[in-house]
């Protein structure tokens, strides 16, 4: 699959699915599609059919709100139809805005209440280790959510337990709901603090499709005997410039003539 062209068509059905349920988070959601494009396309290897086998890869979406991400890349992957994807967050659809398993295969977890998606990824771990399976357990969390300590906590097990079947993945946009990172809860140094939890963590740009692919094949492969953590740093709106680094973003969805302009800048330049 090529995981830049699966990223731009992610770009497109998310800004129509906001659009279309007047819903939320379209920053927040592009901010990590570069991030669920190579893990959907390439790393996690999962299908319709495989979906219940034990020794299957399993992720969590931490950051719920996100989870138009991970709906459009199921139904891309066939998990369920298209047109399932225009209903989303409109009245009785399943495909709520915050993530939901109920009735959507192909996600593990319901998340939304921010910062319990690290805990649960560390209990799958611990689990698949006791019972000797070769499931590797991937987590996508927000730098909001490590504001909270319930993401330490789970942190401290992971690194006690050494779960190297364990990937957490950051989404280190650096904006939160209202204002800044920095300004919210200043989360540097960010990288010695996964490390003096006992994880091994790396730097990356998250919106480059080669570094993800490139980092997350070599985690893949590699002996080491501690959890992982990958500090994406990304940017909020990522792909559409007048979204980017904008607060206003996080709630707000696109209306007709932005969803044209966004449509015509992505597919111009991606
Ligand atoms: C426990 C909890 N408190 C508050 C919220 C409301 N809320 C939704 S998104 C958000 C913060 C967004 O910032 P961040 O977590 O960094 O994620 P981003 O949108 O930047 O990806 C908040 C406070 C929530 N979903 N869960």
Redesign the pocket.
Known sequence: MNLKNFAKKLRLEVLHMTHLGKSS?I??IL??IDIIAVLYGKILKINPKTIRNKNRNRFILS????GAAVYAALSALGFFPHKKLLTHCKNNSTLSG?ISHIKNPGIEFST????HGLSVASGFAYAGKLKREKTKIFVLL????CN?GSTWEAAMFSGFHKLNNLIAII?Y?K???LTT?TKTLDLEPFKKKWESFGWKCLNLDGNNIDQLEKRLTKILKSNEQKPSCIIANTT?GSGVSFMENKVLW?YRSPNKDELREAIKEINNER
């Open positions: 988070h920053g927040s901010s990590i950051k719920g709100h996100a915050h939304g209440s921010l910062g927000s730098d909001g959510e909270e989404d946009n904006l939160q709901s990172t909020k996080h």
